[in-house]
Each structure stands twice: as C-alpha cells, then as structure tokens.
C-alpha cells in the first residue's frame, strides 16, 4: 500500500537492511505540484468533506428509493396487501451473507477482513485468479477485489466476474490507491457497482457492503412478492436478466406438467443442476424446486384473481395432483387457503 501511494506522487522508496544492525527505509517525494498533472491533484480537505457530505446524502437518498420499492402495477399483478397474508418483516431471518475478499497485500487482508468479521463470512483470495475459483464454487453475496493485484488486476477479475453467467449478478467493489477519473471510469466499465479509493474510510466501506447487499436482497424479495415477474425489474445486469426471461419461460411452458422438476428445467435452460440451484438463488433467494414451486403458486394465484375455474381445476392447471398438497403450500405462501383467497378477491 506504501509503494502504492509513493508512486501516485511520483516518488520512490527504499530500503537497506543489514542482519544485527538494523533496517533503513528511504522514502523521497517531490515538492509542490508541479509534477502532478490535473486529475492526480485532489481537493482540499474542506472540499472533499464537502463532496463526502453530499454523497452521504445521495446515499440516503438511494436507500430510501429502495426502501420504498412497490409494486408499481395494479392489483392484478401482485399479492393484494390483506394483512393476513403478510408475514411480517421482524419474523423473516436471514443467514449471514457471505463476501469474497480478493487482495494481494496479506495486512490489508487481514484488516478488511477485520472490519468485516462481526456482520459477514468473509472468504479470502490471494488474486484474481484464486478469486474467480473461489466465486464459481463459493457464490458469495458481494466481492471486495483490490485492483493493482500481480497477474490478473482487479479490473481484469472484475470483467471476468460479470461477464459469466455463472457470477454476473454478483455485486463488485473495487478498491485502488489510483484516485484519478480515468481510473474510477475504468473499474465502472468493467461493471464494478461500487468503487473505493485507498486509503478509504472503514465506516464508509461497510456502509457500501451493506447497502449493496441490501439491494439484491430487495430485489430478491421483489421477486418472492410479484405475481408477475418482469426480470428487468428484479435483476442488476443485462445477462441475469436474460438468464431469469428463459428460466421463467422454461417453467411457464412446463406450467401444467407436475412431473416438471429440477433436472428438467436445468435441461430446458442448458446449465447444469448445480449452476442453476446456485444462480437461482443468488436472484430469487430460492432453490429450483422452490422457485418452480413459487412460479406454480403466483400463477394459481392469478387464475384465482382472474376467476378462471374452481380452486380443484386451477391446482390441476399449475401442476398440483393433491388439492390437499395445493392447499397446504398455497396458504404457506399467501396467508390464506385458495378458496379464502378467492373469495376476498370478489369483495375487492
């Protein structure tokens, strides 16, 4: 990290060391500015507070967007809000999330790791390479990479990251000493979500994780509350979007078939079982046998809305050979039993 920002200022540093007697480093950077070209200059402590300042407060701003993510389609589209069918917020635990820390220097390792440990799993990798391993059989929530990393750099890893299937909807921060425009341009491009300059704020780097990982689990729950999936609304990049379109649309021709299961839609979407079970749930917070499931419920749900048969006709429609079983998982899902549900929508 000292090298690294001895070299941002255009200086050098040394060291000599001889056994029994010591060790010597020399540090040497140039004064003033004048070998410094615009972008390497940076603000005044006054103004970056300033800066820190307003995007704090853009921040809040984007957490109260997402905070207040509603359906934005009419009631036909989405779980009518009866209070009997929500489960309420405070009841629903969620397991540690799990974050790949991907960084050559071993302290800086050990100190973000550090700050981490007390809310997150935090898995370690040495470099890129070691990072995309671990990412594939690992799936973590979110990735901290460093970006000056020897053989594969952080914005090498960060492409390789969101540009496969098997990893894209994973979020990535970036981290670097190089605080230029161009730098920060480079690491977006490559599809990083978030970017942090060294040295960073610890209070601002866990901020940035959890805001990050609250994201995808809105969406996530998005998703479980919708009856009608648009998976551009419930996904970040263009690829798990595409993934999720085929996925859906695999199930919903299968929709009446209740022999479909996992290896068939696996099939259906040219993955493998295991690469489906982990994506799946990296989007939709399910496995495949509950996302299918959950895919048969919501469209029950609107057939019921829709007053599209009796309950016994729409469980066979969505692939249900038991109304009992039909029954049981429906209000396990909604709240209520499919005939109650029906019939609160004739009252609405």
Known sequence: LVKELVELHHGSISVTSEMGKGTEFVLKLPLGKGHLKPEEIAEERGARSEERGAKSVERDAESKVWEDIEPAEPAISSIPPTTNRQKPASSIQYPASVVLLVEDNPDMRAYIRDLLLPDYRVLEAVDGKEGLKRAKDAGPDLIISDVMMPGMDGFAFCEKIKTREQTSHIPVILL?????????????????????????????????????????????????????????????????????????????????????ETDDLAREAGVSRRHLNRKLRGLAGQSVREFIRSMRLKRAALLLQQKSGTVTEIAYAVGFQSIAHFAKVFREEFGVAPSAYKDDEDEV
Do not use: C
């Not at 690491?187 to 994201?215: C, H, M, S, W």
């Not at 998976?231 to 798990?240: C, G, H, I, L, R």
């Open 176 to 260: 670097t000493a190089r605080a230029s425009g161009e730098s920060k341009l480079e690491g977006l491009e490559t599809g990083a979500d978030d970017y942090l300059t060294k040295p960073f704020d610890a209070a601002e780097l866990r901020v940035r994780v959890r805001n990050l990982i609250e994201q995808r689990r809105r969406l996530r729950e998005r998703f479980r509350r919708e009856l009608i999936i648009r998976p551009s609304e419930v996904t970040a990049t263009p690829m798990d979007e595409a993934f999720l379109t085929k996925v859906i649309a695999a199930v919903e021709a299968h929709i009446d078939d209740p022999v479909f």
